[in-house]
């Protein structure tokens, strides 16, 4: 996520309603994931790094999803 969308998710009313905003950024990950895998297929993209560094986003916001509903 970049400074913009944290700032978007920072200003939600509750924490119930940031939580949400957070599984739309994993959704929106989850698209993304969903076209490298297509560039991939199609020879547009090799590395591998990009792949590696989306995991790892998604990692982290799962873990603060995860944080954030054991203080609820």
Known sequence: MNYYTR???AAR???KEYIQFLYI???SIAEIETQLIIANNL???KSKQLKIDIEKIKRKL???????KKQE
């Open 62 to 68: 799962i873990k603060l999803i995860q944080s954030l």
């Open 13 to 15: 009313n509750s924490r």
């Open 25 to 27: 950024a994993l959704g």
């Open 7 to 9: 700032r978007e998710g």
């Open 43 to 45: 020879k547009y993209l």
